[in-house]
């Protein structure tokens, strides 16, 4: 699974990056080096643009909450549960589908944290768990396959007030290559940018075509290295956690 992340670049940054045509950010995110679900991200998609509905879509820079909660919820809770989303089940699952056909995204990331279980106990004799951090050997960004939704709160009678529509979104995994495997089995799916603009099209609903843009980052295109436990609280935050840790000083 992808349960954390590092998201550093600037709005700015990944709008350049992304060739975004629309940015629909009100407030910029602060660099966050701990993304844990429910935090807000920001995520690529492809929607008319604002000032014409019924234009083409055209590639937009928005935040959302992760955690995607289905447009048919009752309660925008089971979005904690819905980090993640399975490439082998999420064209058919009630959760997903919808999503999956014509609402996908781009969730840009500079890494993400998987925990390796070492020989070492904890007091209650469970393994103690190593962080990783696994990003892309040229600095580059991942361009993770994400989905996104728009849940509407009932609670709140007038659709203009703030927060009337929640805009939620999920990280699609796959098996994880043979390297990465051994921290864990899990990984998130890649699209690399020559796929962007058919991944991110939402007239596009051919299941298979669609599977086909997904891909595990090519083997060898990605480091994993040890860092600081202190990611494992989500209070902690800084560009520190994902420094590398001398092998010496990691529980492996």
Same mark, same amino acid.
């Given at each position: 699974?992808?349960?954390?992340?590092?998201?550093?670049?600037? @709005?700015?940054?990944?709008?350049?990056?992304?060739?975004?045509?629309? @940015?629909?950010?009100?407030?910029? $995110?602060?660099?966050?080096?701990? %993304?844990?679900?429910?935090?807000?991200?920001?995520? %690529?998609? +492809? #929607?008319?643009?604002?000032?014409?509905?019924?234009?083409?879509?055209? =590639?937009?820079?928005?935040?959302?909450?992760? /955690?995607?909660?289905?447009?048919?919820?009752?309660?925008?809770?089971?979005?904690?549960?819905?980090?993640?989303?399975?490439?082998? &089940?999420?064209?058919?699952?009630?959760?997903?589908?919808?999503?999956?056909? @014509?609402?996908?995204? $781009?969730?840009?990331?500079?890494?993400?944290?998987?925990?390796?279980? &070492?020989?070492?106990?904890?007091?209650?004799?469970?393994?103690?768990?190593?962080?990783?951090?696994?990003?892309?050997?040229? /600095?580059?960004?991942? +361009?993770?396959?994400?989905?996104?939704?728009?849940? =509407?709160?009932?609670?709140?009678?007038?659709?203009?007030?703030?927060?009337?529509?929640?805009? &939620?979104? &999920?990280?699609?995994?796959?098996?994880?290559?043979?390297?990465? /495997?051994?921290?864990?089995? =899990?990984?998130?799916?890649?699209?690399?940018?020559?796929?962007?603009?058919?991944?991110?099209?939402?007239?596009?609903?051919?299941?298979?075509? $669609?599977?086909?843009?997904?891909?595990?980052?090519?083997? /060898?295109?990605?480091?994993?290295?040890?860092?600081?436990?202190?990611?494992?609280? %989500? #209070?902690?935050?800084?560009?520190?956690?994902?420094?590398?840790?001398?092998?010496?000083?990691?529980? $492996?």
């Amino acid at each position: 699974m992808c349960g954390r992340y590092a998201s550093s670049k600037s @709005s700015d940054d990944l709008i350049e990056e992304f060739e975004v045509e629309e @940015s629909r950010v009100a407030e910029p $995110l602060a660099p966050d080096y701990n %993304v844990a679900p429910t935090k807000e991200v920001y995520a %690529v998609m +492809a #929607r008319p643009p604002s000032s014409d509905k019924s234009a083409p879509p055209q =590639r937009q820079l928005r935040v959302l909450r992760w /955690g995607l909660v289905p447009s048919w919820a009752k309660d925008a809770a089971i979005g904690n549960k819905m980090i993640n989303a399975r490439m082998e &089940t999420v064209a058919e699952k009630p959760s997903f589908r919808r999503a999956f056909a @014509s609402r996908r995204c $781009l969730l840009p990331a500079d890494g993400y944290f998987e925990w390796y279980p &070492t020989s070492a106990k904890t007091k209650a004799g469970k393994p103690v768990k190593q962080p990783f951090f696994i990003r892309p050997k040229d /600095g580059g960004s991942l +361009a993770m396959a994400g989905l996104y939704e728009i849940w =509407r709160d009932k609670s709140i009678e007038d659709e203009d007030e703030p927060g009337a529509f929640r805009w &939620t979104c &999920t990280v699609l995994t796959t098996d994880a290559e043979d390297d990465l /495997g051994k921290i864990h089995d =899990r990984m998130p799916l890649m699209v690399p940018p020559e796929r962007w603009q058919r991944w991110l099209d939402p007239t596009k609903a051919e299941k298979d075509d $669609l599977l086909a843009l997904l891909e595990p980052a090519a083997p /060898g295109r990605l480091e994993a290295f040890p860092v600081s436990k202190l990611v494992s609280n %989500v #209070r902690n935050n800084g560009p520190e956690l994902v420094e590398p840790l001398p092998l010496e000083e990691a529980d $492996l």
